[in-house]
Nanobody
Framework: VQLQAYGGGLVQAGGSLRLSCAVS????????MAWYRQAPGKQRDLVSR???????NYAASVKGRFTISRDNAKNTVYLQMNSLKPEDTAVYYC????????????WGQGTLVTVSS
């Protein structure tokens, strides 16, 4: 399984972006999928995750502004980001876990989101 994240860019505060994570191989092998982000000089933090059955979780800082979704037919996970703030500026990484214990995990290469004030 390989993950390809794209869709980042430069946007003004209050704007929107949609990130995509394309899965090579079958997305049905994957249980949890998630987006993490890492701002300069900071640790990588969970932004949002979605289970195979569509249960979602969000970091408090993005709840109500970001929406995660997965399209199994397109082997893709999305992160719709609205009302962006300068503090959302970070490299966003796609993450996935396979079914099974212990589960194999995968990371995408990251896509940069820059929000200007």
């Amino acid at each position: 399984v390989q993950l390809q994240a794209y869709g980042g860019g430069l946007v003004q505060a209050g704007g929107s972006l949609r990130l995509s994570c394309a899965v090579s191989g079958s997305i049905l092998r994957l249980n949890t999928m998630a987006w993490y982000r890492q701002a300069p000089g900071k640790q990588r933090d969970l932004v949002s995750r979605i289970s195979a059955v569509g249960i979602t979780n969000y970091a408090a800082s993005v709840k109500g502004r970001f929406t995660i979704s997965r399209d199994n037919a397109k082997n893709t996970v999305y992160l719709q980001m609205n009302s962006l703030k300068p503090e959302d500026t970070a490299v966003y990484y796609c993450y996935a876990e396979e079914w099974g214990q212990p589960s194999r995990t995968y990371w995408g290469q990251g896509t940069l989101v820059t929000v200007s004030s």
